[in-house]
C-alpha cells in the first residue's frame, strides 16, 4: 500500500529535522574540541548582536573583539569574575545546585525580579554556542554544552574563553577590548580596582557602563573587591 502524500512529507520532515540535529551536534562537538587550544574568533552572541543590529537598520554598531591568552590577563581580572559571578568556579562541575535551589527559592517569592544562577562554565557554553533569552529549550542545550566543556577543558580553558567573550558594554567583547576603550590599556595591566569595576558590569553590561558607574555600579565594585581579598587573592588563579 503506498503512503499518502501527508505522511509521505511528515516522514521526509522528520528525516531532515533528524539530519539537521545531528549535524548541529558534530559541530558543536568539533568546535568544543578545537577551542579548546585554539582562539576563539567570535561568538553565537556576537554573531546574533551583530546581525540584529543590521537587519534592524543599524549599520553602526559593529561587534569588537581582540582575543588574548589568559598569559596576557591580569590575574585581579580573572580573579574579579570569579569574585562576582561564581565563587564555586574552582570546585565544582559546571553547576553550582546550591545556587539554583537559592534562584528557585528567590524567583517563586518575587517572579517580578528573576534571579540567575549560571557559573562561569554555562555563561560560557551559552555565549559562544547559544543565544540570549529565557527558555526551557535554551537552557537544556547549555546545561549539555556546559557538562562538555567541562569534560574536554581545564578551568583555565574556560575562564580563558569566558573573558575573551563576555559583553562590556555596547559592541565591546572580550576584556582586552574593555580594558583598552575604558581605561586606555591592555587587559593584562588591569589593577584590582579596574577589574572589580568591569566585572560590576557583567549582570547588565548594557544598561551599567564601566566608564560611567552608577552608584549601583561603585557599590557593587566595592562588593567584589571585599570577595576578592576573600577568597584568598590571585592564588585562586595560580591554582586553576
Not at 58 to 64: G, I, K, L, N, Q
Not at 81 to 90: C, M
Not at 91 to 113: K, M, V
Request: with cysteine; hydrophobic share 45%; charged share 20%.
Amino acid at each position: 500500500m503506498k503512503k499518502s502524500a501527508p505522511a509521505g512529507m511528515m516522514g521526509r520532515l522528520v528525516f531532515w529535522i533528524k539530519r539537521c540535529i545531528v549535524t548541529v551536534l558534530l559541530l558543536w562537538s568539533t568546535a568544543i574540541v578545537l577551542f579548546a587550544f585554539l582562539p576563539v574568533p567570535f561568538s553565537a552572541v556576537m554573531l546574533e548582536k551583530q546581525l540584529s543590529a543590521w537587519l534592524s537598520g543599524d549599520f553602526s554598531y559593529v561587534a569588537h573583539q581582540t582575543w588574548v591568552s589568559m598569559d596576557d590577563i591580569s590575574p585581579h581580572m580573572a580573579l574579579a569574575v570569579i569574585a562576582a559571578e561564581d565563587q564555586k568556579f574552582p570546585s565544582h562541575w559546571g553547576f553550582d545546585f546550591n545556587a539554583i535551589e537559592s534562584a528557585i527559592s528567590h524567583n517563586e517569592r518575587r517572579p517580578q525580579r528573576v534571579r540567575g544562577a549560571s557559573t562561569l562554565s554555562q555563561q560560557t557554553a551559552k555565549n559562544l554556542f547559544l543565544w540570549n533569552g529565557r527558555s526551557w529549550v535554551r537552557k537544556g542545550l547549555e546545561a549539555g554544552l556546559t557538562a562538555g566543556l567541562e569534560v574536554v577543558w581545564t578551568k583555565r580553558r574556560i575562564l580563558t574563553v569566558y573573558l575573551n567573550v563576555a559583553e562590556f558594554g555596547e559592541g565591546v567583547f572580550g576584556v582586552e577590548e574593555a580594558a583598552q576603550r575604558y581605561f586606555k590599556k591592555p587587559a593584562s595591566k588591569l589593577t584590582p580596582t579596574e577589574a572589580a569595576r568591569l566585572a560590576a558590569v557583567l549582570p547588565n553590561p548594557i544598561r551599567f557602563k564601566a566608564n560611567r558607574p552608577s552608584a549601583y555600579v561603585i557599590s557593587r565594585q566595592g562588593w567584589i573587591l571585599k570577595q576578592m581579598n576573600l577568597l584568598g587573592g590571585t592564588k585562586v588563579i595560580q591554582d586553576l
